[in-house]
Structures are given as C-alpha cells and as structure tokens.
C-alpha cells in the first residue's frame, strides 16, 4: 500500500498542544487511536510539507 493507493476508510483527526508544550496529532478510525506527539519545530516542519504537498496537488487538479 503506497500513499497513491485509495482506501475506503473514515478517520478523525485531531490537532492541538498538549499540556508538555507538544504538539499532538489525534488520529481515531477503525476502533484504533494513534496520538503522536511532536517537537514544535518538528510540527512547523510537517506544516511545511502539507502546504508543500497541498501546492502540488493543486497544480495536479488544473
């Protein structure tokens, strides 16, 4: 499974600080739950690469 392959399934994704100054990133779908916990500079850096993919995929929908 690639990150082009499609799949039919719903998630809810949650993002907030924690109260040790982290940034999570709440991931529940399928009776799992994943938190993820990032450095703040390594939360800008996956901000940076969303925007980046967001901008490429725009380019790709034209």
Known sequence: MGI????DIE???QIGPTTEGMVRL????GGVE???DFEPEEAEEI???LM???AQ??????
């Open 4 to 7: 082009n392959s499609e799949r």
């Open 11 to 13: 998630a809810n994704l």
């Open 26 to 29: 709440f991931v529940e779908g």
């Open 34 to 36: 994943i938190p993820m």
């Open 47 to 49: 901000a940076e690469e």
């Open 52 to 54: 980046a993919a967001a």
């Open 57 to 62: 995929a725009r380019k790709l929908s034209k």
